[in-house]
């Protein structure tokens, strides 16, 4: 695949789904998230939820409350295997 094929992949926006609520991200940021890092949503806090993309498990998170704002803490990212 070429170079600039694969930059426009990566600006491809995806939306994230949770058990307790979803997000709207790009590519680029799926493939960069690691355990810590936090996705925004509106839920209720301390409540563990699954992560998926397009029907397919990407995670698991737990939502917490950010600068008064609800969003997703990653506790882990599946892998193929």
Do not use: W
């Not at 590519?27 to 936090?38: H, P, Q, S, W, Y």
């Not at 939820?49 to 882990?76: P, Y």
Request: with cysteine; glycine share 6%; charged share 30%.
């Amino acid at each position: 695949m070429s170079e600039p094929a694969k930059k426009y992949l990566m600006d491809i926006p995806l939306k994230l789904y949770f058990d307790l609520g979803k997000a709207k991200v790009q590519v680029r940021t799926i493939l960069n998230l690691k355990k810590g890092d936090v996705i925004e949503t509106t839920k209720n806090a301390g409540e563990h939820v699954d992560i998926n993309v397009e029907n397919q498990t990407l995670g698991k998170g737990e939502i917490i409350i950010l600068d008064n704002k609800f969003a997703i803490r990653i506790s882990s990212i599946c892998t193929k295997s």
